[in-house]
Nanobody, 126 residues
């Protein structure tokens, strides 16, 4: 059974950092395009970052470049999202997702992800 389990969220003050983790069960993260998404209350879900199947090619939402770093550890079958200089507007539920497609375009555009975790909450106070 394929499953994604996120962790690492929490309540932090503005300017702090968090590292979110997403462990995959039932498949290898190295075979999939993996991504991080977030959804704030009252807003649509948005793509934050993705990492292509090759493990080297990464993509970021234009508005979020610079503070977010996506990476993965194949040995631990885990995806990470490092968030630095947190802002109150980063408050959201963060989800990891997997796309078995080898489409570079879908990965770049953060579209077509059929597998999702339950999310981890990030709350940033000013």
């Amino acid at each position: 059974q394929v499953q994604l389990v996120e962790s690492g969220g929490g309540s932090v003050q503005a300017g702090g950092s968090l590292r979110l983790s997403c462990v995959a069960f039932g498949y290898s993260v190295s075979s999939y395009c993996m991504g991080w998404f977030r959804q704030a209350p009252g807003k649509e879900r948005e793509g934050v970052a993705s990492i292509y199947n090759d493990g080297r090619t990464t993509f970021y939402a234009d508005s979020l470049k610079g503070r977010f770093t996506i990476s993965r550890d194949n040995a631990k079958n885990t995806l990470y999202l490092q968030i630095d200089s947190l802002k109150p507007e980063d408050t959201a539920m963060y989800y990891c997702a997997a796309n078995p497609s080898t489409s570079w375009v879908l990965c770049r555009d953060m579209r077509g992800f059929p597998l999702w975790g339950q999310g981890t909450q990030v709350t940033v106070s000013s």
